[in-house]
């Protein structure tokens, strides 16, 4: 019974994003719209890379979680981690994920330069570096931003990319796409090309 009760408990938070975004104070609620996964967007991309049972899956730029807890609680035969350089914003995901009670899924502070991609199956990337270019986009000023950071992370997702291996599946939301090699095809897009599926062959 109770453990009936708690899933519905859960799925009350899923119902919108405003629902979602209550798991956070108001100051990041406010950041939300534009710079948090919506929960219709992270349904279809947990559905793409969660495809393959145990598959690990690395959301890059990760900010308070929103993508990773949502997409854990859609496909939950798969685990979702996230990288994420601000300390504060990784404790909000770490306390929203104590909140839903929700175990496939994980934090990491940190730059996901100091990663080894190949830990992981497969990607999602809501252009985290973005930030770097245009400073109404910022979150907060707690890290370093630059144009010749942005070029850098950019060259640098675009070879790890380039060094996984056949069938990795990489999903991206408002890219321009340059971070993707060749060896990735379009299988699905959504969104006025906003949303898009990719596979490496």
């Given at each position: 019974m109770y453990a009936v009760g708690k899933k519905l408990s859960v799925s009350r938070f899923f119902s919108s994003d405003k629902r979602f975004n209550t798991l956070y104070p108001d100051r990041i609620r406010l950041l939300a719209e534009r710079h948090w996964t919506p929960l219709s967007v992270a349904r279809?991309?947990?559905?793409?890379?969660?495809?393959?049972?145990?598959?690990?899956?690395?959301?890059?730029?990760?900010?308070?979680g929103k993508f990773c807890l949502s997409a854990a609680y859609y496909s939950p035969q798969t685990h979702f981690s996230g990288v994420e350089q601000r300390m504060e914003l990784i404790q909000?995901?770490?306390?929203?994920k104590l909140k839903l009670g929700l175990e496939n899924v994980s934090f990491i502070q940190g730059n996901f330069t100091e990663l080894d991609l190949h830990d992981f199956n497969h990607f999602y990337f809501y252009?985290?570096?973005?930030?770097?270019l245009v400073s109404a986009e910022k979150i907060d000023a707690n890290v370093t931003f630059s144009e010749e950071l942005y070029h850098y992370y950019n060259r640098y997702l675009y070879r790890q990319l380039e060094d996984m291996p056949a069938g990795t599946r990489l999903a991206t939301f408002y890219s321009t796409g340059s971070e993707v090699p060749e060896s990735y095809y379009i299988v699905g897009s959504e969104m006025d090309n906003l949303l898009k599926f990719w596979i490496r062959v």
């Open positions: 279809k991309v947990a559905l793409f890379l969660g495809a393959e049972k145990g598959a690990r899956v690395l959301d890059i730029g990760s900010g308070v909000y995901a770490g306390a929203a252009n985290a570096f973005y930030e770097n």
